[in-house]
């Protein structure tokens, strides 16, 4: 959650670029594969198995995170997770991060200290061994967060969202629609703009608080990416948009016709078909294939519709399109 500033705590326009950067360096770790890490122009990543997975993910002020709800910790955590999940998706294996910030001047120099804090601990928690190599750092007015994860195959072929193939089962590892409930619950209980009302952690029942968590913090399986991989997945992506959404493309991908099981989709299916931001890994399985950490959802069932069904009808709900979404949501 947002915290006061240290009396000792300057704003970013009453710093150097280098002061700025030296304060972050302090925080972060060193990489596993680092060859060369900051400090020269470009970072150097060994990359054992001959191929490169790579990856970016913007986070906005505004659209994608609120600092009347988010603490540059939440800030730092999350900007790591979505990329980690992106590179887990593709059965990668994430190495390093580089992150370009762009700050405004009142900026308090403790919010980019505990940013910091959070891309190293997200790291050293859901990727071990992967960490922030190198980056920018820009002023603008509006707080922006760019990450780029890269990730190594191991040996491995990458699986994309296109080879899911008719009998395969489908399988998610991860929570859904607890992200969509966090979101609710801040916009529900708490306010942004010229009033805001901040996140008061005490006054959360034990469910929003962990719906919180999944939508300021997400612990994506990372992990399990790479061994689905090494199970035999077909295909497999993160679900940043939606269960619903993100079906859909692997469906159009693959060239084939998904059908989930409304009953394995939890208490609330609604919810874990259209809200955005779960970061779980869907993917799907030839018959008789399924890793710990995987639960079937539904099967891979026709050619040619390239559509998404739910108990064998068509799914009426569509996931986060910020360019859709973004009016409905900016209050």
């Known amino acids: 959650m947002p915290s006061r500033p240290r009396d000792d705590d300057p704003t970013l326009g ?17 990489a596993t594969h680092t060859l060369i890490g900051p400090g020269d122009d470009a970072a150097v990543i060994a990359a054992p198995s001959g191929s490169v997975v790579a990856t970016t993910d913007t986070l906005v002020h505004g659209p994608d ?50 940013l910091a804090d959070g891309l190293r601990d997200a790291c050293a928690a859901l990727a071990p061994g992967c960490a922030v190599v190198g980056g920018d750092l820009t002023v603008s007015d509006v ?18 969202r296109s ?7 489908v399988a998610v590892a991860g929570e859904l629609g607890h992200a969509a409930h966090g979101l609710s619950v801040l916009f529900g209980r708490f306010r942004d703009g010229e009033k805001p ?29 790479p ?29 084939v016709t998904i059908a989930l099981d409304g009953a394995s989709l939890g208490g ?22 399924l890793p ?5 959802i539904g099967a891979v069932t026709a050619r040619g519709d390239h559509d998404l069904l739910v108990d064998g009808g068509p799914a009426d709900v569509s996931g986060w399109d910020p360019y859709r979404d973004w009016d409905s949501t900016s209050g």
């Open 143 to 160: 707080l922006t967060v760019a990450v780029t994860a890269l990730g190594d195959l191991e040996g491995r072929q990458p699986v994309t």
């Open 268 to 289: 609330d299916p609604l919810r874990a078909l259209a809200g955005g931001e779960d970061h779980a890994l869907l993917a799907t399985f030839p018959p008789g294939v």
């Open 65 to 114: 995170f609120r600092l009347a709800w988010s603490s540059g910790y939440d800030l730092g955590w999350k900007a790591a997770a979505v990329n980690l999940a992106d590179v887990a998706a593709m059965g990668a294996r994430p190495t390093a991060l580089l992150v370009a910030l762009a700050v405004p001047r009142d900026l308090r120099l403790s919010f980019v200290e505990r």
């Open 14 to 30: 009453e710093l150097s670029e280098g002061e700025i950067l030296r304060a972050i360096l302090a925080r972060t770790a060193k």
């Open 163 to 169: 080879g899911a193939r008719v009998g395969d089962v």
């Open 197 to 225: 009302v901040p996140v008061d952690a005490d006054a959360l029942a034990p469910g929003e608080r962990a719906a919180l968590d999944a939508q300021l913090r997400p612990s994506p399986p990372i992990g399990l990416g």
């Open 227 to 255: 061994f689905a991989a090494t199970a035999g997945a077909t295909a497999m992506m993160d679900i940043s948009d939606g269960l619903a959404l993100d079906a859909r493309r692997m469906a159009a991908a693959s060239e």
């Open 292 to 296: 710990p950490g995987f639960r079937i």
